[in-house]
C-alpha cells in the first residue's frame, strides 16, 4: 500500500494558486517527502522534495507540517498547462526507487 | 540537457508476439528503471539496471526481462505478449552510484497487444 494519501481529484481556477494537500502519517525520521506531476500521456515530473522545512523552486512550494504527517504542494499562480495529476511520495533520499509507490495522486484540473 | 529519450513512441502488436522497448538515459545517469503504468493498477516498477546488471526486481513474470548496456542504454523485452500487457511502459534515469539523485522519466512507449 502507498505511504501516503491523497484527494482523488481538485478543481483550480487558472491564475489561482493551487494547493495540493498529502497525508503520510506514517513517515519515518529519514524520509522526505517528493512531489511528481504527470500531465496526460507523458512521464512524471521532479517538482520538489523536502525534509521538513518548507521549499519552494522555480515551480513549486513546499509546506510539510512541523510533525511532518502531512505536507501541501503549492503552486502559487496555476495555469491551465498545469492540469496533471500530480504524485506525493516519501523516499529516503539518495536510495533507489524500487521501494517506492506512486499512489493514484490527484487529478488537478485547472479551469480557465 | 537532453533528456531520457525513448523510442518508439507507440507500438502495435498481436498476441503471442514479442517486443523490445529502448531507453537512452540522461547522459551520465547509470542507473535506468522501468515501470508499466495502466489504467487500474497505477505505475508499477518493473526491475532497475546499473552497470549493465540488475538491481531491483519487482514482482512481474518471467516474460518481462532487460538488459543494459555498457553506454547505460537500456532495453526491455516482453515475451509472448498477452492482453493484460497494453500499457505505458515508462523508464526513468538516476545517478545511481554512492546515491541516487531525484528520477527522471522519459516519456514513455505506449504498448497496445491486440
Known amino acids: 500500500d502507498a505511504k501516503t494519501t491523497q484527494p482523488t481529484s481538485m478543481d483550480c481556477a487558472e491564475g489561482r494558486a493551487a494547493n495540493l494537500p498529502c497525508n503520510h502519517s506514517?513517515?519515518?525520521?529519514?524520509?522526505?517527502v517528493y512531489w511528481y506531476r504527470q500531465i496526460h500521456s507523458q512521464g512524471p515530473q521532479y517538482i520538489i522534495h523536502?525534509?521538513?522545512n518548507n521549499e519552494t523552486n522555480e515551480m513549486a512550494s513546499l509546506i510539510i507540517t512541523e510533525d511532518r504527517k502531512s505536507s501541501t504542494l503549492i503552486l502559487p499562480h496555476a495555469t491551465l498547462r498545469d492540469t496533471a495529476v500530480y504524485y506525493c511520495i516519501v523516499r529516503v533520499e539518495g536510495t533507489s526507487y524500487d521501494k517506492v509507490i506512486f499512489g493514484p495522486g490527484t487529478s488537478l484540473s485547472v479551469i480557465p | 540537457k537532453a533528456g531520457v529519450t525513448q523510442t518508439p513512441r507507440y507500438l502495435i502488436k498481436t498476441r503471442g508476439q514479442q517486443v523490445t522497448l529502448s531507453c537512452s538515459p540522461i547522459?551520465?545517469?547509470?542507473?535506468v528503471s522501468w515501470y508499466q503504468q495502466t489504467p487500474g493498477q497505477g505505475l508499477q516498477f518493473l526491475f532497475e539496471y546499473f552497470s549493465e546488471t540488475q538491481r531491483n526486481k519487482g514482482n512481474f513474470p518471467g516474460r518481462f526481462s532487460g538488459r543494459q548496456f555498457s553506454n547505460s542504454r537500456s532495453e526491455m523485452n516482453v515475451s509472448t505478449l498477452e492482453l493484460g500487457d497494453s500499457a505505458l511502459y515508462l523508464c526513468a534515469s538516476s545517478t545511481g552510484g554512492n546515491g541516487y539523485t531525484e528520477a527522471f522519466f522519459g516519456q514513455g512507449t505506449r504498448l497496445t497487444v491486440v
Open positions: 547522459s551520465g545517469h547509470r542507473s
Open positions: 506514517t513517515i519515518s525520521g529519514n524520509e522526505y
Open positions: 523536502g525534509l521538513k
